[in-house]
């Protein structure tokens, strides 16, 4: 074994001999391939996330045919952990340029140059090729090796190794070689193992935590699996999960995303999407501890590739089932069967009992809040479908979850008639709210709630009830859980009539000549106005609303009523005025959200 010198000292009176006799060399028979030439002398490859390693100049001076030249360290001693490519003998002094980088040089040194600048060349021709280190044999040219030799490896950093005894260089590269080609092989060997292993993964059918888990096994490290929004999703190789885990997000958060696998911004961080079809759904993290290297990128791709093969199989089951189950819920709304009986056979199928059931029909209404393309559009829908049906299941509940057109979703929910559906229909309703908030931040979500029955052929007027009060929710004020037709009052009733004509001209002629002044003269007396109504009348409180005192109120009211020509202070003006003013929001925010390619209401209701 070596120990380092003294540093700033150069030559052979700091030289660290290795081992001061060789060991004695066991008989080998012919090599192959498959033999690991460092195992059979002590040597045993490193195993980690990277796979086996290429031996370094450590590992070469230990092996016994270097070890019987009795070699010593010249320069550079802390780069020896340096992996050797390939060994290559060469006694030609301008070498650098043919080398394609980690060879280990080995040289009697008959050629180099005479003259100091000659060697320091030579040294910097090697470092520059990315060389892995020179073994010069003493005897032939160099009783030891010239001091400017040593100090141009020391500062290029690059290691210099003497050999004090003759030996066949044919010897040493067919040692290293045999350790280099074994390597390779075990490698090759690894690789395959790590295709086998996520082939049967993908084949049984496993979840996204065992693939995880097999992932951790392989790469030797924590894994990580985490969605779109950075919550994580599955770990393991975690010996002390909190800790790993500890600020998640933020941490997720300064690691860039990429559609590559590679090192992240945190060189431990090792990471590549999940996703196909073009849709990423999350990201797959492995933190390893040594340097990634090809190996461990492999498991990570593979890993990858397995997790978005089972997450596609997945989701195209649940869309085969909610296809079934959507078909269901338009027939059972169009009474397109032949009697209860058959509805309730098709419901059981599907694993949900309706027969002596309380039914209750949900219309669940979202909004992105963004214009979406078509495809875009209906690859969202299907993502709110799963959340809507994961959302029962997450509040103990059994129903029916279909597709009625994008952005709007139906939901047949049965409870036991012992059971206070009011209860269920909340639970579900938070637990909605919940997981389709999760898809988009800027989500919106209404959810209708039509009347408990006790028979399918009455769940036609239920889901008739829920519809109109998931349309009408859009327009309530505050966030509702969710909505029933009791909800709907004037404000409801005036967003169901917002498309009627003689609604619309109603409100252009009780506000028209307002508005028109508000827009010539740059005022906000409409502003005012709405504050006063929905002030119930109350001047202090209006112009507290309006931020303005209360003798510039009495002057703006003034003028209100002398432009509309009416009298503010009767209850029936103001009403009027009042259901206008409602009238001409639902219309206008009617007309925003056609804009934005979507329905409904981009404020969060429900």
């Keep these: 074994m070596w120990s380092s010198g003294g540093p700033g000292t150069f030559g052979k009176d700091v030289k660290t001999m290795v081992a001061t006799e ?13 033999r690991d030439h460092r195992a059979e002398h002590g040597l045993h490859p490193v195993m980690d996330g990277s796979g086996v390693q290429l031996p370094t100049v450590a590992d070469v001076l230990q ?27 060469s006694e030609i002094a301008d070498i650098g340029h043919l080398l394609q980088g980690g060879e280990l040089i080995l040289s009697t040194g008959v050629a180099l140059p005479e003259a100091a600048d000659g060697l320091t ?197 649940r869309f085969l089932e909610h296809q079934t189950h959507r078909t269901l819920i338009a027939d059972i709304i169009d009474h397109r069967y032949a009697g209860p009986d058959e509805a309730h056979a098709r419901a059981e199928a599907l694993g949900v009992v ?26 969202a829908a299907r993502e709110e479908v799963t959340a809507v049906a994961r959302a029962l299941t997450d509040a103990g509940a059994s129903g029916l979850v279909g597709l009625l057109e994008p952005g709007r979703l139906g939901v047949i929910l049965s409870t036991p008639s012992t059971t206070r559906a009011h209860a269920v229909i909340e639970a579900c309703a938070r637990a909605v709210h919940d997981r389709a908030g999760r898809l988009a931040p800027s989500a919106s979500v209404v959810i209708g709630v039509g009347s408990s029955v006790t028979g399918v052929d009455r769940l036609r007027e239920s889901f008739a009830e829920a519809d109109e009060a998931a349309d009408a929710g859009q327009s309530l004020p505050g966030n509702r859980l969710f909505v029933t037709t009791a909800d709907i009052r004037i404000r409801g009733l005036v967003h169901l009539l917002r498309d009627d004509p003689r609604l619309q001209s109603y409100a252009e002629r009780e506000l028209g000549p307002l508005i028109a002044h508000d827009q010539r003269h740059h005022t906000a007396l409409t502003g005012t106005l709405v504050a006063y109504l929905e002030a119930g009348g109350n001047k202090s409180a209006a112009a507290v609303a309006a931020h303005v005192t209360r003798a510039t109120l009495y002057h703006h009211l003034a003028r209100i009523a002398e432009i509309l020509g009416c009298d503010l202070e009767s209850p029936e003006s103001r009403h009027s005025l009042y259901l206008a003013l409602v009238a001409r929001q639902s219309v206008e925010h009617a007309g925003r959200a056609a804009g934005s390619g979507e329905g409904g209401n981009t404020r969060r209701g429900g």
């Design 121 to 317: 060349r030579y040294i910097a021709g090697l470092a520059a090729a990315q060389a892995t280190g020179v073994v010069i044999e003493l005897g032939r040219r160099y009783a030891s090796l010239p001091a400017a030799l040593v100090q141009s490896a020391e500062a290029h950093g690059l290691p210099l190794v003497a050999l004090h005894t003759e030996v066949p260089f044919v010897a040493i590269t067919e040692a290293i070689h045999s350790v280099i080609v074994s390597t390779q092989v075990r490698r090759l060997q690894m690789g395959e193992a790590v295709h086998q292993a996520f082939r049967s993964l993908a084949a049984e059918a496993s979840t996204s935590q065992e693939i995880v888990d097999q992932v951790a096994r392989l790469a030797g490290c924590p894994v990580v699996f985490e969605n779109v929004a950075r919550r994580v999703l599955a770990f393991a190789g975690v010996t002390d999960g909190p800790a790993v885990l500890d600020h998640w997000v933020e941490r997720s958060r300064e690691a860039a995303w990429t559609d590559r696998s590679g090192p992240g911004d945190d060189d431990r961080w090792m990471a590549t999407t999940v996703g196909a079809r073009g849709q990423v759904w999350g990201r797959l993290v492995l933190l390893p501890n040594p340097p990634p290297g090809p190996l461990l990128k492999t498991i990570l791709e593979q890993g990858a590739t397995t997790l978005a093969i089972h997450l596609l199989i997945e989701r195209e089951e």
């Design 354 to 379: 309706t027969r002596h059931r309380d039914l209750t029909a949900l219309v669940v209404r979202t909004e992105r809040g963004v214009a979406l393309a078509d495809i875009a559009r209906h690859a």
């Design 22 to 34: 060789p060991d004695p060399i066991p008989p080998r028979g012919p090599r192959s391939p498959d």
């Design 63 to 89: 092996l016994p045919e270097v070890r019987r030249g009795h070699p010593s360290i010249e320069a550079a001693a802390h780069a020896l952990g340096r992996p050797v490519r390939w060994v290559h003998v």
